[in-house]
């Protein structure tokens, strides 16, 4: 079974632009998570999808945002790009329902430098 | 709010010996904790995770993690280590249900193994 894919793996934006990263989550998993690592931050929890509705949201300002489709996959997209928005972002999938219970499993990344 | 501590940065051991990771949580309810590793450049690796049941958890590449309800704890062993085990490992503490934290997952500062020849 093929694992969790994001596109493009690496991506360089201006400051002040807007970028969307997709995911593809594992095939007949329905939850898909964002996460933003940094060195500085390290791993935090950016939202959830769970059947085209998110679930929950972190911390972070309104500039980030997301969806997902019906057929599972997500998008998240980061508007007015600072520059304290460079960063590993990671996709992570999981069966859903009960999600306390299950693990996630996360794509390769998408590294995004914003200059 | 749930939070996750693994108090040392890096821990170092040779080939052949224990290691150990450690890791303490905080979490409204009935905890759910995981293991991750994650190798350069790439993303996270599910190793083991804790739901119920047996304190003692089996995983992934020989790995084992002890749940210790009473220290809230969630150590990380394995019995010999590989110069291959060298990673970063990251623990994580999800709520149950009813918490409005099941669906966010929470980890730790993370923990760079060293293990040298």
């Known amino acids: 079974k093929a694992g969790v894919t994001q596109t493009p793996r690496y991506l360089i934006k201006t400051r002040g632009q807007q970028v969307t990263l997709s995911c593809s989550p594992i095939s007949g998993h329905r939850s898909v998570s964002w996460y933003q690592q940094t060195p500085g931050q390290g791993l935090q929890f950016l939202f959830e999808?769970?059947?085209?509705?998110?679930?929950n949201k972190g911390n972070f300002p309104g500039r980030f945002s997301g969806r997902q489709f019906s057929n599972s996959r997500s998008e998240m997209n980061v508007s007015t790009l600072e520059l304290g928005d460079s960063a590993l972002y990671l996709c992570?999938?999981?069966?859903?329902?009960?999600?306390?219970?299950?693990?996630?499993?996360f794509g390769p990344g998408t590294r995004l430098t914003v200059t | 709010a749930q939070s996750v501590a693994q108090p040392e940065d890096q821990v170092n051991v040779a080939e052949g010996n224990p290691l150990t990771v450690k890791c303490t949580y905080s979490v409204s309810g009935n905890p759910y904790l995981f293991w991750y590793v994650q190798y350069p450049n790439r993303g996270l690796q599910f190793l083991l995770k804790?739901?119920?049941?047996?304190?003692l958890v089996k995983g992934s590449y020989g790995f084992e993690a002890e749940f210790n309800k009473s220290q809230t704890s969630f150590h990380l062993k394995k019995p010999s280590a590989l110069v291959s085990d060298s990673a970063l490992y990251f623990c994580a503490v999800r709520g149950g249900f009813g918490t409005g934290t099941a669906s966010k997952l929470t980890f730790g500062t993370g923990t760079r193994l060293q293990v040298t020849l």
């Open positions: 804790y739901i119920t049941g047996d304190n």
């Open positions: 999808y769970f059947s085209e509705t998110q679930r």
């Open positions: 992570a999938s999981s069966l859903g329902g009960n999600s306390a219970r299950g693990e996630q499993y």
